[in-house]
């Protein structure tokens, strides 16, 4: 089963909303989160580290302010796109790596968001 | 900086024995991966290797690991209709300890 889980699945909504993305390990401990952009038949970006009780590690040219991410807890982080417009459309992906392995993240399902 | 190349497209009958290749760059990655992704999906992990074997086999599915020529190669025996994805290989980088992602290889299964 599923050991990673994310929610939504798939989000459409209006220009200028800001939508919440939650990533959560199922039945380990993550300390460790990772979020990656996909676009249409490309392969996956990363976009940011997300650190367990401290600030997320952005990478080169992924703006902090435009997505929040906020990793509160060993088995959950949430990554907000604000103020989200058209080309914020993306298929959005989360991994998780156990804390206590040496083991492969695991990856979420992906949320598709679409911004008309 | 650290950069992993597939081929884009590889077409095989069903039956037949597919073989996803893929280079990297990084000499001091620890562990190579081999995703799938289905339309729509997240990312599976089928089988993994760590840098220090040439070989694994896990039921259809054989990895070879050439790190003098930083060549990584899946082996899908018996391909099935079922194995038409996407197929992704990733390294662990050793100094960031990040996953980089290759371009993606679409397999096609044709009946």
């Known amino acids: 089963g599923a050991v990673v889980s994310q929610h939504p699945s798939r989000v459409i909504c209006k220009s200028g909303t800001s939508v919440k993305i939650e990533c959560r390990s199922l039945?380990?401990?993550?300390?460790?989160m990772f979020w990656y952009r996909q676009f249409p038949k490309q392969s996956l970006m990363l976009m940011a580290t997300?650190?367990?009780?401290?600030?997320?590690?952005?990478e080169q040219g992924v703006e902090k302010d435009k997505f929040l991410i906020n990793h509160a807890s060993l088995t959950l982080s949430t990554l907000t796109v604000t103020s989200a417009h058209p080309e914020d459309s993306s298929f959005y992906i989360c991994?998780?790596?156990?804390?206590?392995?040496?083991?492969?993240?695991?990856f979420g399902d992906g949320t598709r968001l679409s911004i008309l | 900086g650290e950069d992993v190349e597939q081929s884009l497209f590889l077409s095989v009958r069903e039956g037949d024995s597919s073989v996803i290749n893929c280079t990297y760059t990084d000499s001091s990655s620890t562990y190579l991966y081999w995703y799938k992704q289905e339309p729509g999906a997240g990312l599976q992990l089928l089988t993994y290797i760590f840098s220090n074997m040439d070989m694994k086999q896990d039921q259809r599915l054989t990895v070879l690991l050439n790190k003098k020529d930083k060549h990584l190669s899946l082996r899908i025996a018996d391909t099935q209709t079922g194995d038409s994805a996407i197929y992704f290989c990733a390294e662990r980088g050793g100094a960031t300890n990040k996953l980089i992602f290759g371009t993606g290889t679409l397999l096609a299964v044709q009946p």
């Open positions: 991994s998780a790596r156990d804390r206590h392995s040496n083991q492969p993240q695991h």
């Open positions: 997300s650190n367990e009780g401290s600030k997320a590690t952005y």
């Open positions: 039945d380990f401990q993550a300390t460790t």
